[in-house]
């Protein structure tokens, strides 16, 4: 069954939600970011996806304070992401009581870096990154689109012992047009022996059984939940 997996992005330590990755379209839902953790738990949720997108413009992690909150608060297994770049970047994370790190533009800017870690930390607390635009990897906070393949990308780090990856069509993210269904579909077919979680443009109930039913692994969903497209009742049947 797939996870049903909450994102919470932030800035300026509060909840919000941008189009495409664009700074410049925010939205804010909450001044507190733990309201809204506390109210997915309240609902049966268990997973949660933590973004610090001021991490991730600044290139080093910025709102663990808020990671700290959440883990110390509610009982949700939270995956972070955004931001971060060093060895002590990832140990603030753990710290911070995160149960895994979603690690992307490091992956590509630093592959030896991003083994190291892999290596000593493992697969289950380590989720590569893949933020795509037009097929090709995005990084620095999607501000930068590289020349490398999706495809590629994931054949190198399967290699590497990689079993878990976040894949953001950023072309759909926060757009409530519809996810990438067919790519997620291929990406399983591709690497049956990895763990595919499906972020951008989850707009309804019918893509998560559509995922679902492809044997992506986890499905991120922001903006829906926060515009009440995807009501929390809805879900149950993925929960249990």
Known sequence: MITIIPAIDIIDGKCVRLEQGDYRLKKVYEEDPLDAARRFEDCGIKRLHLVDLDGAKASHIVNYTTLERITAKTGLKVDFGGGIKTESDLHVVFDCGAAMAVIGSIAVTDRDLFQTWLFAYGPEKIILGADVKEGNIAVSGWTDITGIGLFDFLTYYKAMGVTQVLCTDI?????????????????????????????GGISSVEEIHRLNEAGVAGAIIGKALYEGKIKPEELKEFLC
Request: a positive charge; charged letters at 25%; glycine letters at 6%.
């Open 171 to 199: 072309a759909k993210d926060g757009m409530l047009n519809g996810s990438s269904v067919d790519l997620y579909k291929q990406m399983v077919k591709d690497f049956p022996a990895m763990r595919v979680i499906a972020s």
